[in-house]
């Protein structure tokens, strides 16, 4: 008996992995007559599969069919699809075939309690009602008596199991004899190191954080970005390893050792999306996370981003702003406002090369398609010393493998873009992912476009933007798109070698260029060619390889290519006829041009002495090149900047864990920056301490450099301009911040509550403006004046997280009080609300699934930001007799303005395969869904000597639908 | 153990809330401070103007005069007392008050605070000369090609003193330059800031209009070009700035200089 319920048990976690592989290597060839619950109890039996149905439902569909060397997969979904009718295969190996996927939920239950087909009865009860703490008791008696083997998860061994092509029940003895024979008679190492790597196992793609927890003891550990993982100490080489992952259904790996003999490969099944399931040890399932372990890291995987409202393509920077501390109401910008910093301040790592241009459409969309992007690792503050050359944040993007085993693409169609992908092997050992994305210019484009042009502030005025350039006496719809573009290959030369390449571009370009007109008392010459176009964007690539050197050191090593452009072009040329009858050529205009070029190459090391020592460390160099050209009519260079730097340097950090509850992360990071010839140390500790298994304190400090600065060119007439100025230490200064963070978190099965609060000192900040002198207006070339502010800030906060995490209504509350304050000798001697202050920030995040629907809510309210008010004009005429009016004007930032608020709907509906696998989604979004009037900022002219005011306002009630295709 | 519970979740934002320190900014700027405008030449005698601010929707050229105000200039030695010519326009009429290298301070109350502002005369430019004192342009039917040198003004400055050309044009009529369009805002009146050089190179494309212009080289202080580069090109909620002003509880300019003038004639 005890040897029945040991096999049974045996074969039912044998099974528990390669039931979909199986299905597929399986064969029936026969002809089938008879009801499919018949059908279904003799594939149960002679296959030893578990296949739970509704027998009354099912029993009135009558298969006749001749099935030639069927796989046992294509024989299930043939019948299925015949019958409308679907079927499910669950980790456990479990099979579900059912009518409505929709029911999943209770033929589930049913399995637990519905008796099964005779003749699996046994097996099915047996694997049923076998808690683990059964069969685990057994394995431990069957260790005290026999020290027989318990391990049967190595591939081979499961195949063994998984594929008895006999007519015999499972009970039978078949396979076991070959699962008892498979495993040798073997000594149980005790504390033994198990390292591997976590993948899904359709794809083959990593599944980073997921957890690995050694069932029965506290042990457990989150895969890295690369899926990989290492266990120390682990009490036996026959422990289980208990593996989860968001979004994927729970699998359970029993170890032996000859499977650590090499890296474990632990792969695990997609979880159906109609269920609500999920339940994981120090992982949450919601769209986004919090590290709980760690101070202000926010962590985000884009596939269930479809569930969160979108105005457009799926957007992860915009997620991140749903999160406490980043700051959720600059539509102008997807750029993170992380606690109290600017865009600028947040360093963009994807693929280890830094973006300089983070998004789309004036700001609207962030310029990273979610199809290519792996998983993102915000960090709000007091970040690990692998970072630096910023002063607030980072924000690290992992690219995506291609998917490994088969051939995906699929498509995303909005109002706004097309959004494609290709997945692919190209060998056993390689895997391509190809993604693009464009806009193309239908009424949605126009809208946003329109309402971030027709203002003369944050964007960039396209060519024929309303009031535009004058002059040209003619205005026309100025054809605008942006598109971006990734490409990743990965080549896993072996075990230890991978070897990445990834590449990105992305583009912004108005083009507004076009023949003139010129009336016809002008003679002599043809008409000028206007070229008017605006582009901004980034192109980038990167080489990584990745090396394991051995069970405890690995590392990454990148050799990186990123290039920021900004160009303006405006001029017209043609041919002109001078006094002398001679045919002149002519062509002038102004040119603006901002370029960035950076070159880098960096290594990141982490070896890791046992479960509570690991060391990070590495070394860094890059060259900079900047240039700034603003020319006009060809000859005159209002400003021409041309500047290079070349840094270097290093950083190493301890993990260090001197009790299991205690945390500790002390690190130092040493750059040197060439202009300035001088040494920057950034030291950085950060700590945490789990008080209970529901509270945990931490905290983290350090100190930090920005030598790189993106200013704005003020341009009342066409149209801000943002670029890039490296530090100097004369007119830019290095810009220095020092964090101090703390918080406390609580968390339960159910909820989670994170308190986090913050305070920080920043010096060096730059600000630039650019003044035209003269009273009187020549008509020539104006004279242009670059003026560099330096100045500094502190910045403070507190953050409040409640998240439900479980359940099928999910979602959070976040709360931000929090101050951000400058202080630039140019506004005053005191410190005044920074641009980016938001006193209070309140973001409701409301989810609700049921079966394929998803429905979302979000509210967001804030304080407006500050800004600058007129109190009243005067006027003073020039000692050259012109008359100027001046606003005589508020304290810098003294005003605020009103309250932003706005509510975001949404519904998703899930598009599901006959083997309930998610084939994509149909949804509609609903933005500012009761149309509140947002002020973005305001405008002011002096008209007939008195002062107008206009409200420049963000996107009113906007609607969107998304669809998201599939294939395989 | 609940207390000790509820103790780790409350401790942290009480003592970040301890650590909170607001800072309130005091609103200096008023809309009910005078406006100031003088501009002292060596050897002619004082005006000074006042006025007050406007509100932003009046339409009126210039605020109300403000009368009926004491307004004293000292020179370090003496002081002398202006008078009220028309309203809000106070004279000095001895021209030989104001004198190259001395320090003029202007002092008068106003609604209960002392305005204040100070300056110093400027020595007058020497050896201001044109190279040419006519140039011929003529223009083409479209916009115009390479910019060409048409003239040179030079001046003395060893010491990069600021220096401020304005070009008058002092023809009853205009005629453009730009083949008979005048671009928005262009003036038959233009100074150009020489950024502390001592010379100026007239482009054709300097000017808006042919004609006969008076060239007059200012020496002028730095509170002067502060406000000319005040010259704004944005103004919105987000770039908003006041404008430096040398005047204390008052806005505008209380400054001293001296001048040059020539003549200069383009035609085509």
Same mark, same amino acid.
């Given at each position: 008996?005890?040897?029945?319920?040991?096999?049974?048990?045996?074969?039912?976690?044998?099974?528990?992995?390669?039931?979909?592989?199986?299905?597929?290597?399986? &064969?029936?060839?026969?002809?089938?007559?008879?009801?499919?619950?018949?059908?279904?109890?003799?594939?149960?039996?002679?296959?030893?599969?578990?296949?739970?149905?509704?027998?009354?439902?099912?029993?009135?569909?009558?298969?006749?069919?001749?099935?030639?060397?069927?796989?046992?997969?294509?024989?299930?979904?043939?019948?299925?699809?015949?019958?409308?009718?679907?079927?499910?295969?669950?980790?456990?190996?479990?099979?579900?075939?059912?009518?409505?996927?929709?029911?999943?939920?209770?033929?589930?239950?049913?399995?637990?309690?519905?008796?099964?087909?005779?003749?699996?009865?046994?097996?099915?009860?047996?694997?049923?009602?076998?808690?683990?703490?059964?069969?685990?008791?057994?394995?431990?008696?069957?260790?005290?008596?026999?020290?027989?083997?318990?391990?049967?998860?190595?591939?081979?061994?499961?195949?063994?199991?998984?594929?008895?092509?006999?007519?015999?029940?499972?009970?039978?003895?078949?396979?076991?004899?070959?699962?008892?024979?498979?495993?040798?008679?073997?000594?149980?190492?005790?504390?033994?190191?198990?390292?591997?790597?976590?993948?899904?196992?359709?794809?083959?793609?990593?599944?980073?954080?997921?957890?690995?927890?050694?069932?029965?003891?506290?042990?457990?550990?989150?895969?890295?970005?690369?899926?990989?993982? =290492?266990?120390?100490?682990?009490?036996?080489?026959?422990?289980?390893?208990?593996?989860?992952?968001?979004?994927?259904?729970?699998?359970?790996?029993?170890? $032996?050792?000859?499977?650590?003999?090499?890296?474990?490969?632990?792969?695990?099944?997609?979880?159906?999306?109609?269920?609500?399931?999920?339940?994981?040890?120090?992982?949450?399932?919601?769209?986004?996370?919090?590290?709980?372990?760690?101070?202000?890291?926010?962590?985000?995987?884009?596939?269930?981003?479809?569930?969160?409202?979108?105005?457009?393509?799926?957007?992860?920077?915009?997620?991140?702003?749903?999160?406490?501390?980043?700051?959720?109401?600059?539509?102008?910008?997807?750029?993170?406002?992380?606690?109290?910093?600017?865009?600028?301040?947040?360093?963009?790592?994807?693929?280890?090369?830094?973006?300089?241009?983070?998004?789309?459409?004036?700001?609207?969309?962030?310029?990273?398609?979610?199809?290519?992007?792996?998983?993102?690792?915000?960090?709000?503050?007091?970040?690990?010393?692998?970072?630096?050359?910023?002063?607030?944040?980072?924000?690290?993007?992992?690219?995506?493998?291609?998917?490994?085993?088969?051939?995906?693409?699929? +498509?995303?169609?909005?109002?706004?873009?097309?959004?494609?992908?290709?997945?692919?092997?190209?060998?056993?050992?390689?895997?391509?992912?190809?993604?693009?994305?464009?806009?193309?210019?239908?009424?949605?484009?126009?809208?946003?476009?329109?309402?971030?042009?027709?203002?003369?502030?944050?964007?960039?005025?396209?060519?024929?933007?309303?009031?535009?350039?004058?002059?040209?006496?003619?205005?026309?719809?100025?054809?605008?798109?942006?598109?971006?573009?990734?490409?990743?290959?990965?080549?896993?030369?072996?075990?230890?070698?991978?070897?990445?390449? @990834?590449?990105?571009?992305?583009?912004?370009?108005?083009?507004?260029?076009?023949?003139?007109?010129?009336?016809?008392?002008?003679?002599?010459?043809?008409?000028?060619?206007?070229?008017?176009?605006?582009?901004?964007?980034?192109?980038?690539?990167?080489?990584?390889?990745?090396?394991?050197?051995?069970? =405890?050191?690995?590392?990454?090593?990148?050799?990186?290519?990123?290039?920021?452009?900004?160009?303006?072009?405006?001029?017209?040329?043609?041919?002109?006829?001078?006094?002398?009858?001679?045919?002149?050529?002519?062509?002038?205009?102004?040119?603006?041009?901002?370029?960035?070029?950076?070159?880098?190459?960096?290594?990141?090391?982490?070896?890791?002495?046992?479960?509570?020592?690991?060391?990070?460390?590495?070394?860094?160099?890059?060259?900079?090149?900047?240039?700034?050209?603003?020319?006009?009519?060809?000859?005159?260079?209002?400003?021409?900047?041309?500047?290079?730097?070349?840094?270097?340097?290093?950083?190493?950090?301890?993990? *260090?864990?001197?009790?299991?509850?205690?945390?500790?992360?002390?690190?130092?990071?040493?750059?040197?920056?060439?202009?300035?010839?001088?040494?920057?140390?950034?030291?950085?500790?950060?700590?945490?301490?789990?008080?209970?298994?529901?509270?945990?304190?931490?905290?983290?400090?350090?100190?930090?450099?920005?030598?790189?600065?993106?200013?704005?060119?003020?341009?009342?007439?066409?149209?801000?301009?943002?670029?890039?100025?490296?530090?100097?230490?004369? $007119?830019?200064?290095?810009?220095?911040?020092?964090?101090?963070?703390?918080?406390?978190?609580?968390?339960?099965?159910?909820?989670?509550?994170?308190?986090?609060?913050?305070?920080?000192?920043?010096?060096?900040?730059?600000?630039?403006?650019?003044?035209?002198?003269?009273?009187?207006?020549?008509?020539?070339?104006?004279?242009?004046?670059?003026?560099?502010?330096?100045?500094?800030?502190?910045?403070?906060?507190?953050?409040?997280?409640?998240?439900?995490?479980?359940?099928?209504?999910?979602?959070?509350?976040?709360?931000?009080?929090?101050?951000?304050?400058?202080?630039?000798?140019?506004?005053?001697?005191?410190?005044?609300?920074?641009?980016?202050?938001?006193?209070?920030?309140?973001?409701?995040?409301?989810?609700?699934?049921?079966?394929?629907?998803?429905?979302?809510?979000?509210?967001?309210?804030? =304080?407006?930001?500050?800004?600058?008010?007129?109190?009243?004009?005067?006027?003073?005429?020039?000692?050259?007799?012109?008359?100027?009016?001046?606003?005589?004007?508020?304290?810098?930032?003294?005003?605020?303005?009103?309250?932003?608020?706005?509510?975001?709907?949404?519904?998703?509906?899930?598009?599901?395969?006959?083997?309930?696998?998610?084939?994509?989604?149909?949804?509609?979004?609903?933005?500012?869904? *009761?149309?509140?009037?947002? =002020?973005?900022?305001?405008?002011?002219?002096?008209?007939?000597?008195?002062?107008?005011?206009?409200?420049?306002?963000?996107?009113?009630? &906007?609607?969107?639908?998304?669809?998201?295709?599939?294939?395989? | 153990?609940?207390?000790?519970?509820?103790?780790?979740?409350?401790?942290?934002?009480?003592?970040?809330?301890?650590?909170?320190?607001?800072?309130?900014?005091?609103?200096?700027?008023?809309?009910?401070?005078?406006?100031?405008?003088?501009?002292?030449?060596?050897?002619?005698?004082?005006?000074?103007?006042?006025?007050?601010?406007?509100?932003?929707?009046?339409?009126?050229?210039?605020?109300?005069?403000?009368?009926?105000?004491?307004?004293?200039?000292?020179?370090?030695?003496?002081?002398?007392?202006?008078?009220?010519?028309?309203?809000?326009?106070?004279?000095?009429?001895?021209?030989?008050?104001?004198?190259?290298?001395?320090?003029?301070?202007?002092?008068?109350?106003?609604?209960?605070?002392?305005?204040?502002?100070?300056?110093?005369?400027?020595?007058?430019?020497?050896?201001?000369?044109?190279?040419?004192?006519?140039?011929?342009?003529?223009?083409?039917?479209?916009?115009? +090609?390479?910019?060409?040198?048409?003239?040179?003004?030079?001046?003395?400055?060893?010491?990069?003193?600021?220096?401020?050309?304005?070009?008058?044009?002092?023809?009853?009529?205009?005629?453009?330059?730009?083949?008979?369009?005048?671009?928005?805002?262009? $003036?038959?009146?233009?100074?150009?800031?020489?950024?502390?050089?001592?010379? *100026?190179?007239?482009?054709?494309?300097?000017?808006?209009?042919?004609?006969?212009?008076?060239?007059?080289?200012?020496?002028?202080?730095?509170?002067?070009?502060?406000?000319?580069?005040?010259?704004?090109?944005?103004?919105? @909620?987000?770039?908003?700035?006041?404008?430096?002003?040398?005047?204390?509880?008052?806005?505008?300019?209380?400054?001293?200089?001296?001048?040059?003038?020539?003549?200069?004639?383009?035609?085509?």
């Amino acid at each position: 008996m005890l040897l029945f319920l040991l096999i049974s048990s045996f074969a039912y976690i044998a099974h528990a992995q390669n039931k979909r592989d199986a299905l597929k290597k399986d &064969t029936l060839n026969k002809f089938v007559a008879r009801p499919l619950d018949d059908l279904l109890d003799t594939l149960s039996i002679n296959y030893g599969l578990k296949i739970v149905f509704e027998r009354d439902s099912l029993h009135r569909f009558d298969v006749v069919e001749r099935f030639f060397n069927e796989s046992l997969d294509n024989v299930l979904a043939k019948v299925c699809r015949q019958f409308t009718l679907n079927y499910w295969v669950d980790a456990a190996g479990t099979i579900y075939v059912l009518q409505n996927v929709d029911d999943m939920a209770r033929l589930r239950q049913l399995a637990k309690t519905v008796k099964q087909p005779k003749r699996v009865s046994k097996i099915v009860a047996k694997a049923d009602t076998s808690n683990e703490q059964d069969i685990e008791a057994l394995y431990e008696n069957r260790d005290k008596r026999t020290k027989a083997p318990l391990s049967v998860q190595s591939k081979d061994q499961r195949q063994l199991v998984a594929s008895p092509p006999t007519e015999q029940p499972v009970q039978s003895p078949g396979p076991v004899p070959s699962v008892v024979q498979a495993a040798p008679r073997q000594e149980v190492h005790l504390s033994v190191t198990v390292n591997g790597k976590v993948t899904d196992q359709n794809s083959g793609l990593a599944l980073p954080s997921a957890t690995i927890h050694v069932r029965n003891t506290k042990l457990f550990v989150l895969a890295s970005s690369d899926g990989n993982f =290492t266990l120390f100490n682990v009490p036996s080489d026959t422990c289980t390893l208990e593996v989860s992952y968001s979004g994927y259904q729970q699998d359970n790996f029993r170890l $032996s050792a000859d499977l650590l003999k090499q890296p474990l490969a632990l792969s695990l099944l997609p979880a159906l999306t109609t269920l609500n399931e999920v339940s994981i040890i120090g992982q949450k399932s919601g769209v986004m996370n919090t590290d709980v372990k760690k101070v202000g890291v926010l962590q985000l995987s884009p596939a269930n981003l479809d569930k969160l409202p979108s105005l457009g393509d799926k957007d992860v920077m915009r997620a991140f702003q749903l999160m406490p501390g980043v700051g959720a109401t600059n539509e102008s910008s997807s750029g993170a406002y992380v606690r109290g910093g600017t865009p600028d301040q947040n360093l963009v790592v994807f693929d280890g090369f830094t973006i300089y241009q983070v998004d789309h459409l004036y700001g609207f969309f962030s310029a990273f398609n979610s199809n290519a992007i792996k998983d993102i690792q915000l960090y709000k503050g007091g970040f690990s010393s692998q970072y630096g050359g910023r002063l607030s944040s980072v924000t690290e993007i992992n690219g995506k493998d291609g998917n490994t085993k088969s051939t995906t693409y699929g +498509v995303d169609l909005s109002l706004l873009s097309l959004n494609a992908f290709l997945e692919t092997p190209i060998n056993d050992k390689s895997s391509l992912l190809v993604s693009v994305r464009r806009s193309y210019q239908g009424p949605f484009y126009d809208k946003i476009f329109k309402q971030f042009n027709a203002s003369t502030g944050g964007g960039f005025r396209g060519g024929g933007g309303p009031g535009g350039p004058g002059g040209f006496g003619e205005q026309t719809t100025p054809a605008s798109h942006f598109y971006d573009a990734n490409v990743r290959y990965t080549y896993h030369a072996d075990q230890n070698n991978i070897l990445t390449w @990834s590449f990105y571009s992305g583009e912004d370009k108005t083009d507004n260029s076009r023949q003139l007109q010129l009336p016809s008392f002008i003679g002599g010459g043809s008409s000028p060619d206007i070229t008017d176009y605006t582009k901004y964007g980034n192109l980038a690539s990167s080489l990584k390889w990745f090396h394991q050197w051995n069970k =405890t050191i690995h590392s990454n090593t990148y050799i990186t290519y990123s290039s920021y452009f900004n160009d303006r072009v405006r001029s017209n040329s043609g041919t002109t006829t001078d006094s002398l009858g001679n045919a002149v050529n002519f062509n002038n205009g102004t040119i603006e041009n901002n370029n960035l070029k950076d070159i880098g190459l960096k290594s990141d090391w982490v070896w890791e002495l046992n479960n509570n020592l690991r060391f990070r460390y590495g070394g860094f160099g890059s060259f900079q090149h900047i240039n700034y050209d603003y020319i006009q009519d060809d000859t005159t260079h209002l400003i021409s900047q041309h500047n290079s730097a070349l840094s270097g340097g290093g950083y190493f950090e301890t993990e *260090y864990e001197p009790i299991n509850a205690l945390h500790l992360q002390p690190g130092i990071r040493a750059t040197y920056y060439g202009p300035t010839s001088g040494t920057y140390l950034e030291p950085r500790f950060s700590a945490s301490y789990v008080v209970n298994d529901n509270y945990t304190l931490k905290f983290a400090t350090g100190q930090f450099y920005q030598f790189i600065n993106q200013v704005t060119r003020d341009d009342i007439a066409d149209g801000n301009r943002n670029f890039w100025v490296l530090s100097n230490n004369s $007119s830019v200064p290095i810009g220095r911040s020092r964090h101090l963070m703390g918080g406390v978190a609580y968390e339960n099965d159910q909820f989670l509550i994170d308190v986090e609060g913050y305070y920080k000192w920043l010096n060096g900040l730059t600000q630039y403006t650019i003044t035209q002198t003269g009273f009187g207006f020549a008509g020539g070339t104006p004279t242009i004046t670059e003026n560099f502010y330096s100045g500094q800030g502190r910045a403070k906060g507190i953050e409040v997280l409640v998240q439900k995490k479980l359940g099928q209504y999910t979602g959070w509350l976040s709360y931000t009080l929090a101050d951000a304050e400058n202080k630039f000798a140019v506004y005053g001697n005191n410190y005044y609300p920074a641009d980016q202050d938001i006193r209070h920030e309140f973001k409701a995040i409301n989810m609700y699934h049921d079966n394929r629907w998803n429905f979302s809510a979000v509210f967001i309210f804030s =304080t407006g930001h500050p800004y600058t008010a007129p109190l009243s004009t005067y006027s003073i005429t020039g000692a050259d007799g012109n008359r100027v009016t001046y606003f005589n004007v508020s304290a810098k930032n003294a005003e605020r303005l009103p309250e932003y608020h706005r509510l975001d709907l949404s519904a998703t509906y899930d598009l599901l395969k006959i083997s309930g696998d998610k084939i994509g989604s149909i949804g509609i979004s609903l933005f500012n869904v *009761y149309n509140h009037v947002n =002020t973005w900022y305001r405008e002011y002219y002096i008209r007939d000597n008195a002062a107008i005011t206009t409200d420049v306002n963000y996107l009113g009630f &906007t609607p969107n639908i998304t669809l998201s295709l599939r294939w395989k | 153990m609940e207390i000790r519970r509820y103790f780790w979740g409350l401790c942290l934002p009480v003592l970040i809330c301890a650590v909170w320190s607001g800072c309130k900014k005091d609103s200096t700027a008023s809309a009910s401070l005078p406006v100031v405008e003088a501009y002292l030449y060596a050897g002619h005698p004082i005006k000074v103007k006042l006025y007050q601010q406007k509100s932003l929707t009046d339409t009126a050229k210039y605020g109300a005069a403000i009368t009926g105000q004491q307004l004293l200039i000292s020179d370090g030695s003496q002081q002398i007392q202006l008078t009220e010519s028309v309203k809000g326009t106070y004279i000095y009429t001895d021209s030989s008050f104001l004198v190259a290298g001395r320090t003029y301070t202007l002092k008068f109350n106003y609604q209960s605070r002392q305005v204040s502002a100070q300056t110093v005369m400027p020595f007058k430019p020497t050896n201001f000369a044109t190279q040419r004192d006519s140039a011929y342009y003529a223009h083409t039917s479209t916009p115009s +090609v390479q910019a060409d040198t048409l003239n040179k003004f030079t001046w003395d400055n060893p010491d990069s003193l600021n220096h401020v050309l304005v070009f008058d044009n002092i023809d009853n009529s205009f005629f453009p330059v730009n083949g008979g369009f005048v671009r928005n805002g262009a $003036s038959n009146i233009f100074s150009i800031n020489t950024e502390r050089k001592p010379v *100026y190179y007239v482009v054709n494309n300097s000017f808006p209009y042919y004609g006969h212009y008076q060239v007059v080289l200012l020496r002028v202080n730095q509170e002067y070009i502060d406000l000319m580069k005040s010259n704004a090109l944005g103004s919105n @909620s987000q770039n908003l700035l006041n404008i430096p002003t040398n005047v204390t509880n008052g806005l505008g300019i209380f400054t001293a200089m001296q001048s040059d003038t020539l003549k200069f004639y383009l035609y085509q």
